[in-house]
């Protein structure tokens, strides 16, 4: 069992950055697939980012060149760098763990202001 809890959202304006952590109760070494999803108002959560244990990764178009993710399994602990944030960016961020995925966090709020 994992358990993913996230940090680091919160409000910022339109141009700006912030990190988004992820910490597993559990060892993600083992898991392949670690990600991000977000989920706007009225709308399906969507993939931003994910990132296999030998460091592959695939992005969103949204995001791509914007948001960079990264996993240290060391720490247990998967990040996603938000570089350029927009409007659109506005959502409630989960973590993710496995190809399911089959783990979710409680969700982080992230806001961009215009």
């Known amino acids: 069992q994992v358990q993913l809890v996230e940090s680091g959202g919160g409000l910022v304006q339109t141009g700006g950055s912030l990190r988004l952590s992820c910490a597993a109760s559990?060892?993600?070494?083992?898991?392949?697939?670690v990600g991000w999803y977000r989920q706007a108002p009225g709308k399906q959560r969507e993939l931003v980012a994910r990132?296999?244990?030998?460091?592959?990764?695939i992005y969103a178009d949204s995001v791509k060149g914007r948001f960079t993710i990264s996993r240290d399994n060391a720490k247990n602990t998967v990040y996603l760098q938000m570089d350029s944030l927009k409007p659109e960016d506005t959502a409630v961020y989960y973590c993710?763990?496995?190809?399911?995925?089959?783990?979710w966090g409680q969700g982080t709020q992230v806001t961009v202001s215009s």
């Open positions: 990132i296999t244990r030998s460091g592959y990764t």
């Open positions: 559990g060892s993600i070494f083992s898991i392949n697939v």
């Open positions: 993710s763990a496995g190809y399911g995925p089959d783990y």
